[in-house]
């Protein structure tokens, strides 16, 4: 049986200059940065059958809202094993698309599930091994578990181990780019696989800036959004673990998103504000909500006193964590 307790290993925000401005590049190999929900797969033996599970970073089982990333994995996975990867949807030009995959979050009926995979099947890009039959893997460098990963995954149409590249920095900038790509993550060929920890052994590179982020609120719509939200409030933890005040979102939704935004907000109302210190202008007439659900917004920049700039929702964040958000 494989081992319990293991989390994924988080990256730091970084620029080009992290990565090239001090150093050999040498010491660095590239991956692209998929726009999905990180997930660990656990492949077990039980009776000489694969029986496979997946979790994400919140702890969530994640296995029964992708039954098509579950059943390839048990047949692309030979033994036991811990793996890190990403699930993604894929666009018409098959690339990774966050706004895509929103499609398969929050599903729990199994036909709901069924009819979304046939819509918008998923996949898992795998770029880690923790374990393998029992024995674990995350003391050795990244090399040379990257090394095993290729050799004992056997790729099918819903896993994929996309390679990475020990090529220079701007050239894979570029080709994320070209692609449409989140962005490029850089990872130290001789660095260990830090459980549960963000460190800057993995820089990550992003061509937007985005932001995940805690909703505490919202406020009424006008015109013809009037009947229903009209903007969320947000919020990211500070050191003390209160919940800092960072500015409303009311673009990006979909339809989707608005129909569904209203009973979502309503089953965890509250009285009074969870946030540590809203202004007067923006607590007018909100309506204020259990802080317990996570988006993603892309925004321009962080103003002087700590609010986003122009943001812009991108979707849920069901794998993350509320208590562990924090200003990147």
């Known amino acids: 049986m494989t081992q319990p307790g293991y989390e994924a290993m988080l990256a730091t925000l970084g620029t080009r200059d992290d990565v090239v401005g001090h150093g050999d590049q040498g010491d660095w190999s590239l991956e692209m940065k998929w726009d999905g929900v990180r997930a660990l797969v656990r492949v ?12 994400s970073r919140n702890h969530k ?18 033994g036991q094993a811990v793996l890190d ?9 098959g690339r990774p698309s966050f706004a895509r995959l929103q499609h398969r979050i929050n599903l729990a009926d199994p036909r709901e599930i069924r009819r979304a995979a046939e819509q918008v099947p998923a996949q898992i890009f795998l770029f880690d091994l923790l374990e393998q039959d029992d024995e674990p893997l995350v003391g050795l460098p990244y090399t040379e578990r990257r090394a095993r990963l290729a050799a004992l995954v056997t790729e099918n149409e819903s896993v994929k181990v996309p390679p990475a590249v020990d090529e220079d920095f701007d050239h894979a900038w570029r080709t994320s780019d070209e692609l449409g790509l989140e962005g490029v ?14 460190t800057r052994d993995w820089i990550k590179v992003k061509h937007a800036r985005t932001q995940e982020v805690v909703i505490g609120g919202w406020r009424p719509g006008q015109g013809r959004r009037a009947r229903t939200v009209g903007s969320l409030l947000l919020g990211v933890g500070d050191a003390e673990g209160r919940l800092q005040y960072v500015g409303r979102v009311g673009t990006g939704f979909s339809h989707r998103d608005l129909d569904e935004l209203h009973g979502r907000l309503g089953r965890i109302a509250r009285e009074t504000a ?19 659900l996570v988006g993603e917004v892309e925004f321009a920049e962080w103003t002087r006193d700590g ?3 122009q943001p ?6 069901e794998d993350k964590d509320p208590q562990r958000v924090r200003r990147e």
Request: charged share 35%; no cysteine.
């Open 44 to 55: 077990e033996l039980q009776d000489g059958r694969s029986t496979v599970s997946l979790t």
């Open 61 to 78: 089982t994640q296995g029964p809202g992708y039954p098509e990333v579950v059943e390839g994995l048990s047949r692309a996975v030979r």
């Open 85 to 93: 990867g990403e699930i993604v949807a894929l666009d018409a030009k």
């Open 185 to 198: 993550i850089a990872k130290r060929r001789d660095s260990r696989y830090a459980v549960g920890r963000r």
């Open 274 to 292: 969870p946030f540590h210190d809203i202004p007067r202008a923006d607590a007018r007439d909100a309506h204020w909500v259990t802080p317990r």
């Open 307 to 309: 609010r986003l700039r």
């Open 312 to 317: 812009r929702w991108r979707g849920w964040r």
